[in-house]
């Protein structure tokens, strides 16, 4: 009897274990609540610990909750720091170690503070009673100090009524998504004395600085600022150092009239590294970034890596102070590559298809610490030694097991005019071979940017949907040099569609795509290319354009984009043609025959809505079948989980209505 009841159980657990295995389902939009996000990695002095921060969507209070979490670096401890209501991050290691700092606002405060956490236990202590927004902080290597960024206090809203008061705009750029109007409030660098609780102002006028990066010795700080004439009419910033102390003279190191960004200073703080912008023309978002080198002292700038011709990102020092880390965006890929002061050659430190962010070095060593993300899996740490990766934490374990993702690959197509276009693939889990597809284009935002083989939540959940979807780099893409960027300098909405329309010919020739079901979507500049798209072809049978736009004429003083407007297309009663030219969706209403859904944030300064109301009224008056979504209180990104939620259901709903066979719907 007991042999035939253990023959029971194990059969028992067995069964569990395959049901367990075969719950397995497709992505929902109420995943969004399941998804968790990793960032802002930093690494102990004593290199044992790696602090990050863990965010998720709180269903209840309907926003993300960001919480510190800490893990060992060989994996076998992860700890919670922090979970309270409210979200911190920014963590910092103090450089004994003995503590972590982060940013949150807690107990009625009504901007950010520092709060300091001994990691050997015990509740956090606020350190800060700041008054205005603080940007950014970062600890003096003595860890008696705490750089800091704030901009300046906001008095707009002295009165006791609830009647606020007059929003006065005197600037040549006045509004920016999520900071809203742009008065004459401006960022400036402080230190804050820990143990006396004291705060110096460094800086002062209508200036602003950013990324404040102490010297080794802790005397000096280089930061980042536009100190031209009149800093709104350009995209000017430049390397800058001072003494650590008020009142201390500014050194101005960097001449470039582009941008010159991200200052790292060498380990025996003779040399400072950034990032600099291959162009100072706007030509779509200003090139892209070039890795350069100058001494911390001043002196001649050196350009590291010409022939590179690809985007960098996040450089890091090596501990020899002879080699740099950095990321770079290739063609659908984004990898870690070192580079060899000495001779300037470059080397790849881990690769393949998947992507990279948020690289640190573990101090006293050269091991690194990154965020890697796969096509059917999120973010999660890794460590990186001898080229080889290690992952670290499994904060995603429990989402990944209970999904069936689609399939992941990459295709090149053909563009009319010959060009070649890298693009990416979604297949649905259990597609079967042969089979023709609905086919979604969901086109990415930018201009410059890239789909690459990272995880892609959207993409994915439009696959589970039954679709195969596509993503297409277009021209005017990162991850192909600069000349593939810049080739739609004031050419908008022309060679991109000749890309989007390439790949859906190379589908459709494929056999993966069904032609008499097409339909294409994207948010920012892929809602831009949507409009384009639809304008141009009507092959499409739906469409979903969020936070577009197509009557360009509109946009000049509604947007955030003043200086690229002027720099690119010049001002519309100087180039009225050009202007035209590249509003034709708006123009051409009357030849869209696409049903379109049209998508916009309420508060939207990036593109406002009012992009996303123009077409939506005049398909309404075409009597083309669309419908208008506006998400309220809610930027360029749509961050409220619930909203997220509905805003798959919608694409789900409106693709499905005209793209999938009636035993579907």
Known sequence: MKFLFQIFFFNFLWTGVSAQKAVKRTLQPGDVYLLKTIG?????????????????????????NSDIWMTSLDGEQNVQLTSSEESEHMPRWSPDGKYISFLATRNGDKVEQIWLLDRRGGEAKKITAIKGDLDEYTWSPDEKKIAMCIKDEDFSDTAKSKTKAPYVMDRYHFKQDRDGWIGNRHTHLYVFDIRTKKTDTLTRGNFDEGSPAWSPDGKQLAFVSNRSADPDKN???????????????????????????????????????????????????????????VPSDGGKVRSLAPALDRPVSNIRWAKDGRHLSFLVDDDRRKYIASLNLQNNTIETVAGG??????????????????????????????VVENNRTRRLTHVQDSFV???????????????????????ILYRPYGAVAG???????????????????????????????????????????????????????ADWGNKEVLDILGAADYLVSKGIADDRRMGIGGWSYGGILTNYTIATDSRFKAAASGAGSALQFSMYGVDQYITQYETELGAPWKNPKKWMDLSYPFFKADKIKTPTLFMAGEKDFNVPSAGAEQMYQALRSLGIPTQLIIYPGQFHGITKPSYQVDRFERYLKWFGKYLQPEENK
Do not use: C
């Open 40 to 64: 802002e990695t930093q690494v102990s002095p004593d290199g044992k610990w790696i602090a990050y921060t863990l965010s998720n969507a709180d269903s209840v209070r309907d926003k993300r």
């Open 235 to 293: 995209e000017n910033e430049d390397i800058w150092i001072m003494n650590a102390s008020a009142g201390a003279p500014l050194k101005q190191l960097t001449q470039w009239p582009g941008r010159d960004r991200n200052p790292w200073w060498s380990p025996d703080g003779k040399w400072i590294a950034y990032t600099s912008s291959s162009s100072n023309l706007l030509f779509t978002m200003y090139g892209q970034n070039t890795l350069s080198l």
């Open 353 to 382: 298809e998947r992507s990279f962010s948020g690289i640190e070095p573990v101090p006293g060593s050269d091991v690194l610490i990154a965020t890697i993300s796969e096509p059917q899996l999120p973010a999660e740490i890794y």
């Open 401 to 423: 097991n209970a999904i069936q993702f689609a399939t992941v690959e990459g295709f090149t197509s053909t563009s009319k005019d010959g060009t070649r276009i890298s693009n």
């Open 435 to 489: 089979q023709k597809l609905p086919l979604i284009l969901f086109i990415h935002g930018g201009p410059v940017g890239q789909d690459d083989y990272g995880f892609d939540f959207s993409r994915q959940m439009l696959a589970a949907g039954g679709y195969a979807v596509a993503g297409v780099n277009y021209r005017g893409s990162s991850g192909r040099g600069i000349d593939f960027t810049k080739s739609i300098y």
